[in-house]
């Protein structure tokens, strides 16, 4: 077998051909989902979960089939695919329609990314902020299958939309002025202000425990990355990291906490 042949071959049957390149889609989706498993947990939204990751992990073989048409993408494709609809139709049998209503506007915001992805503009801030609302809604569909009220749905949608929204306009801002553009801070800082409005609200009516309101303030205080005379010279891999390692910390105390929300 020629140098080139195996090579081509290896790059085939790399697992990192289809894992998504973009790192931090993983918290914006994984992050969500598992959420949704520990606050509410059912067989029908673990369900709802192996589709969900079936089809984020779907995107990029799926894309590759289109353009090089390789066994590894079909095979892949196949087997994500059979998980997606295969998890979405167990979803619906242990639980019914009705919690799925809280997807509907997961419809237009997923049209939309793919729209953008079609572009090649995954990457793109309208193509994550879209992304972030259509995994936001995945663990208010979750409470739901799990018979908990719509408060608690709503909720958890804030909850995450709060968390992902804001992450994605400060740091996407910081990293563009970081290298020189110039780019407006308003809608970093006002989507910041709102969604914790927002949550502020719930956690008054004790829909979410204070001590997830108290960590997306704290990370809030990332809009000081936005001012010239204190923004550190961070690399977009260490503010990576950071975030991973919050998410973690926001993921396990957020739902410990939960648990004393619930009757």
């Known amino acids: 077998m020629s140098a080139s042949a195996i090579?081509?071959?290896?790059?085939?049957?790399?697992?990192?051909?289809?894992?998504?390149?973009?790192?931090?889609?993983?918290?914006?989706?994984?992050?969500?989902?598992?959420?949704?498993?520990?606050?509410?947990?059912?067989?029908?939204?673990?369900?709802?979960?192996?589709?969900?990751?079936?089809?984020?992990?779907?995107?990029?073989?799926?894309?590759?089939?289109?353009?090089?048409?390789?066994?590894?993408?079909?095979?892949?494709?196949?087997?994500?695919?059979?998980?997606?609809?295969?998890?979405?139709?167990?979803?619906?049998?242990?639980?019914?329609?009705a919690p799925l209503r809280w997807l509907i506007p997961t419809l237009p915001?997923?049209?939309?990314f793919l729209y953008w992805d079609s572009q090649n503009e995954s990457r793109a801030t309208q193509a994550e902020l879209a992304a972030c609302g259509v995994f936001a809604f995945l663990p208010a569909a979750m409470a739901a299958q799990a018979g908990l009220p719509d408060q608690t749905a709503l909720a958890l949608c804030v909850l995450m939309l709060a968390r992902s929204?804001?992450?994605v306009l400060i740091i996407r801002t910081y990293l563009r002025r970081r290298k020189g553009h110039a780019v407006s801070t308003a809608p970093a800082v006002s989507v910041t202000a709102l969604t914790l409005a927002a949550l502020l609200t719930l956690a008054a009516t004790a829909a979410v425990p204070w001590i997830a309101v108290l960590l997306i303030t704290?990370?809030?205080?990332?809009?000081?990355?936005?001012?010239?005379?204190?923004?550190?010279d961070w690399p977009a891999r260490r503010i990576g990291i950071g975030e991973a390692c919050f998410g973690l910390?926001?993921?396990?105390?957020?739902?410990?906490?939960?648990?004393?929300?619930?009757?």
């Open 109 to 112: 915001l997923g049209g939309l």
């Open 7 to 97: 090579a081509v071959f290896s790059t085939t049957r790399s697992p990192s051909v289809f894992l998504p390149k973009e790192h931090g889609s993983w918290s914006l989706a994984l992050e969500p989902i598992s959420l949704g498993l520990f606050v509410a947990f059912s067989p029908a939204g673990g369900a709802l979960a192996v589709s969900a990751i079936a089809a984020f992990f779907l995107r990029r073989p799926l894309k590759r089939l289109a353009t090089r048409r390789d066994p590894a993408s079909a095979r892949a494709v196949t087997l994500l695919g059979f998980c997606a609809l295969g998890g979405l139709a167990a979803a619906v049998i242990l639980a019914g329609w």
């Open 165 to 167: 929204l804001p992450t």
């Open 218 to 232: 704290l990370a809030a205080l990332r809009v000081l990355l936005l001012v010239p005379a204190l923004a550190p």
């Open 249 to 263: 910390l926001f993921l396990l105390t957020t739902s410990i906490a939960w648990a004393g929300l619930l009757p």
